[in-house]
T-cell receptor
Framework: GEDVEQSLFLSVREGDSSVINCTYT??????LYWYKQEPGAGLQLLTY?????DMKQDQRLTVLLNKKDKHLSLRIADTQTGDSAIYFC????????FGSGTRLSIRP | DAGVTQSPTHLIKTRGQQVTLRCSPK?????VSWYQQALGQGPQFIFQ???????QRGNFPDRFSGHQFPNYSSELNVNALLLGDSALYLC??????????????FGSGTRLTVV
């Protein structure tokens, strides 16, 4: 079946690293995405990783993919208050299937 | 370069009414998908249009229908509105290359409230 799972909440201290985890189900997914949604806004594509890659780094963002375990993670280095948002993991077996989102909150 | 444009931004309807939401895709994008995002949930796939035809459909009733026009813009229609249809409706566009889809761009959504 189609199911992308994420933990619902994550709280980190400003300046620390945030790690958001996700598990997905469809091994045929070509791309795996991380989207960011700020309050009252649509979804912003943060980064993606192609299914034949293990890691992708993009400035403060690092994506790790473990295809064997169908596990995806997003690491945000030096987390800032502007990173407060809901982060969605998504897989693409043709259409995008989203997880329920992880709400990241930053404490001073 | 405008991204994905959705209208209206907010809408209030009464149970049983019908609603039409509109989406203009990003320039150069020919595939349009619609998503429903209930409060506190992730977006749920409604359907996808390509070449003016519905290509894929999620688990939504026939009350949800759509259309894509020759200029790639799209409409989402919902008939016989229920309170449970209250949600943020998101449109996403993408280019289609070699039958695969890369890089969806989302609009800011239409917030529909059914009373």
């Amino acid at each position: 079946g189609e199911d992308v799972e994420q933990s619902l909440f994550l709280s980190v201290r400003e300046g620390d690293s945030s790690v958001i985890n996700c598990t997905y189900t469809d091994s045929s997914s070509t791309y795996l995405y991380w989207y960011k949604q700020e309050p009252g806004a649509g979804l912003q594509l943060l980064t993606y990783i192609f299914s034949n890659m293990d890691m992708k780094q993009d400035q403060r963002l690092t994506v790790l993919l473990n295809k064997k375990d169908k596990h995806l993670s997003l690491r945000i280095a030096d987390t800032q208050t502007g990173d407060s948002a809901i982060y969605f993991c998504a897989e693409t077996p043709g259409k995008i299937i989203f997880g329920s989102g992880t709400r990241l909150s930053i404490r001073p | 370069d405008a991204g994905v444009t959705q209208s209206p931004t907010h809408l209030i309807k009464t149970r049983g009414q019908q609603v039409t939401l509109r989406c203009s895709p990003k320039s150069g994008h020919d595939t349009v998908s619609w998503y429903q995002q209930a409060l506190g949930q992730g977006p749920q796939f409604i359907f996808q249009y390509y070449e003016e035809e519905e290509r894929q459909r999620g688990n939504f009733p026939d009350r949800f229908s759509g259309h894509q026009f020759p200029n790639y813009s799209s409409e989402l229609n919902v008939n016989a509105l229920l309170l449970g249809d209250s949600a943020l409706y998101l449109c996403a566009s993408s280019p289609e290359w070699d039958g695969k889809i890369y890089g969806y761009t989302f609009g800011s959504g239409t917030r529909l409230t059914v009373v």
